[in-house]
């Protein structure tokens, strides 16, 4: 089993950064895909970012690329989602999952064994 939990989620002006942190525990995360989702009110859950266990590769939403950074510390067992110029439509909470194998492109939820509980983002315009 392997335990997530979120932080560095808060209250951020427009066009301000947040650095979000999914530690893990239970297991080592090395060999796991690990993903960012995000949910606002009344909308489905969707995907956010992606780094792959094996060469480090990463994938984004068009609605955030160039703007969030996802990357990991294996060694710290922690995968960060660094988020620049916020905007309201950032407003969710943002959800870390882990998945051991890879099942299809990385971007649906199906995909993923473990979760958080989530970490709420305001961004106040």
């Known amino acids: 089993q392997v335990q997530l939990v979120e932080s560095g989620g808060g209250l951020v002006q427009a066009g301000g950064s947040l650095r979000l942190s999914c530690a893990a525990s239970?297991?080592?995360?090395?060999?796991?895909?690990m993903v960012w989702f995000r949910q606002a009110p009344g909308k489905e859950r969707e995907f956010v970012a992606t780094?792959?266990?094996?060469?480090?590769?990463?994938y984004y939403a068009d609605s955030v690329k160039g703007r969030f950074t996802i990357s990991r510390d294996n060694a710290k067992n922690t995968v960060y989602l660094q988020m620049n110029s916020l905007g309201a439509e950032d407003t969710a909470v943002y959800y870390c999952?882990?998945?051991?194998?890879?099942?299809?492109?990385?971007?649906?939820?199906?995909?993923?064994?473990?979760w958080g509980h989530g970490t709420q983002v305001t961004v106040s315009s």
């Open positions: 239970g297991r080592t995360i090395s060999s796991y895909n």
């Open positions: 999952a882990a998945s051991y194998r890879t099942r299809g492109n990385g971007r649906a939820r199906y995909e993923y064994d473990y």
């Open positions: 780094i792959k266990w094996s060469g480090g590769s990463t």
